[in-house]
């Protein structure tokens, strides 16, 4: 072929193909707009911000399509002007014809490929992060859509319901901290996995109130949110009444608790060396160690639990805590009545039977040498919750059918009465922290449902990474196989109309596309119970790259037509 003809088809093949890539790319960005317009509530700021990073995602998924288009209406026209049949007078063959659209469809799958690998993760990510700049607007929006609102990662999982919620303004001096306020709230507060094989957990407290205000802080040192809800003139109620106390409660707070970044990880999200790493080593991922978090977490309330059952239950009836460092710091110290502690799950309880009016045990509250605070009531719960950041152990008291004597002499009777305080761990509970997943799934006494849990996730980690490898791959490769296909046909239908171009172009398309997406679902299918578990990461990864072996069998096949005419 000549360089006159070769750069007269190339040309016109670019000009095509820019044109359709960019019309594309600017539809499927407003269309990426609609979901977060409807769900979230994006102002104006925030839309300019994500239609600027739709484009380069939007871009790269659009070239495939755009390239197929391309050389199908180019070569439709000169195959209709009868510009193939004067080359073929020449004595340039069929295969010849398509070097202009080999090359085109070499450089838009190394383009392709790039985008994917490191560009489209990128800008996908700072997506999800303009999205989730302002958490107070998602939460009210989320409140106003569905009534409830789903704190994952918030302790035990916490899950609010309200009427109506309304962003309060912020405070340009906390400028880190967002509030936002419920109407007609009531939280349910769910305990740990208590079935298997789908990890059920069940509610164990529910709080109804007359308001209510969620607080959430960005932590930016520790790049962390915390989250606590202040409740005002309601109830609590136990799940389960056996043993358990209702209290009403003038003012209390839940919290504060870590919550799971809005930001999931996802493989999208990841350039190509970050998916290298987690395929190599995929205890590394985000996924993983937030599993392992959690078991860490069980394990550092129950042993500080114990320990604290221990010292009640001993010759002293009595266990003390110190909150704060230096003079300034302040003794917590509870007393026991005639029955011993016990741990009942994740709480500990002291106190008298239900039924019974004396309360026998004590909670005393010292400062500088001082009483400051002292309580007799009938029943106590101790809760406890771990920040793993800081190395201390938030707890909470809650006294119930409690009288109150404050330091000047003032007495109260509370039917409940919550005390907060952060302490720090001791050496034991801290060692906990730097155990690694492996080390949970070589512990003997691991339960067989947590170490199924940790097996799904690495199972559910290695499928994603894989299935991702191979999806941006098979997409790049498609953008080749596609072009040469697009060739074939638009010489066999002989026409450059717009709209038998698309109706030609957009089969084999489609047919690549649906095929990869439906590869990566097949690989991401994992079960909860993974103990008699056929993995089907090879049949998905099969999937993936069937649509291009169909269309590259399918090209071949229709240029050697060509060829032999």
């Known amino acids: 072929m000549s360089r006159t003809l070769f750069w007269y088809i190339f040309s016109d093949l670019l000009k095509i193909f820019a044109l359709t890539c960019g019309a594309l790319a600017g539809i499927m960005s407003f269309g990426g707009l609609l979901k977060p317009i409807t769900e979230h509530g994006l102002d104006a700021g925030q839309v300019g911000q994500i239609l600027y990073y739709f484009m380069p995602a939007m871009t790269s998924y659009s070239l ?30 069929y295969l010849s014809l398509t070097i202009p659209a080999l090359l085109l469809g070499v450089v838009v799958a190394g383009c392709s490929l790039v985008l994917l690998s490191f560009v489209v993760p990128v800008a996908t990510l700072k997506v999800e992060q303009v999205i989730y700049s302002n958490l107070a607007r998602l ?59 789908v990890r059920m957990r069940v509610p164990t407290d529910f709080w109804m109130a007359r308001a209510a205000t969620a607080v959430i802080q960005h932590d930016t040192a520790l ?17 389960t009444l056996a043993g358990a106390v209702q209290g009403g409660i003038e003012q209390t707070q839940i919290g504060p608790m870590v919550l799971q970044s809005p930001i999931r990880e996802n493989t ?7 998916l290298r790493e987690l395929y190599t ?46 003079p300034a710091g302040e003794t917590f110290t509870l007393f026991r009545g005639q029955e011993p502690a016990r741990l009942d799950g994740q709480t500990l309880k002291l106190g008298s039977a239900v039924g019974t009016t004396e309360r026998l045990v004590r909670f ?43 330091a000047g002499g003032d007495i109260s009777e509370r039917e409940a009465f919550p005390r907060s305080l952060s302490v720090p761990m001791s050496p034991k509970i801290a060692a906990v922290a730097k155990s690694t997943p492996a080390d949970f799934l070589h512990r003997e006494n691991l339960s067989d449902l947590d170490r199924n849990f940790l097996r799904g996730e690495l199972f559910v980690i290695g499928n994603r990474v894989t299935s991702e490898l191979m999806s941006r791959a098979s997409f790049a490769c498609s953008c080749l196989f596609l072009v040469m296909i697009g060739c074939a046909l638009g010489m066999m239908f002989r026409s450059g109309n717009f709209l038998t171009a698309f109706a030609v172009s957009v089969v084999p398309a489609l047919v690549c596309i649906a095929l990869i997406i439906t590869g990566q679902h097949t690989c991401e299918s994992v079960p909860g119970d993974v103990r008699n578990f056929n993995n089907p990461l090879w049949l998905g990864v099969g999937i993936i790259w069937s649509g291009n072996v169909i269309v590259c069998a399918t090209a071949v096949a229709l240029i050697a037509k060509l060829q032999r005419q």
Not at 64 to 79: D, E, K, N, W
Not at 229 to 239: A, D, K
Not at 269 to 274: D, E, N, S, W, Y
Request: proline share 6%; with cysteine.
């Open 281 to 326: 080593y995929p205890e590394r991922s985000r996924r993983m160690l937030d599993a392992t978090d959690e078991l860490i977490r069980r394990d550092q309330i129950r042993l500080y639990l114990q320990e604290r059952a221990e010292q009640i239950n001993g010759p002293a009836r009595a266990t003390s805590v110190k909150s704060g460092d230096g």
């Open 268 to 274: 999208k999200f990841m350039t190509l060396g970050r």
């Open 364 to 406: 005393r509250q010292d400062r500088g040498g001082g009483v400051v605070l002292s309580v007799e009531a009938r029943e106590a719960h101790v809760v406890a919750s771990p920040d793993l950041e800081a190395g201390r152990m938030l707890v909470r008291v809650e006294l119930y059918d409690a009288r109150v004597t404050h």
């Open 139 to 197: 939460v009210a929006n989320e409140i106003e859509r569905t009534h409830s609102l789903k704190f994952p990662g918030a302790g035990d999982d916490l899950r609010i319901y309200a009427e109506g919620a309304a962003v309060v303004p912020a405070d340009p001096a906390r400028p880190n901290e967002q509030r936002v306020t419920l109407v007609g709230p009531m939280l349910t507060q769910y305990g740990p996995v208590v079935k298997e094989p």
């Open 223 to 239: 790049n962390r949110v915390l989250l606590w809800v202040q409740l005002e003139g309601g109830n609590r109620f136990p799940r």
């Open 64 to 93: 495939p399509i755009a390239a197929l288009f391309a050389t199908t209406m180019v070569y439709g026209r000169l195959s209709a002007d009868n510009e193939i049949t004067a080359c073929r007078a020449c004595g340039l063959s």
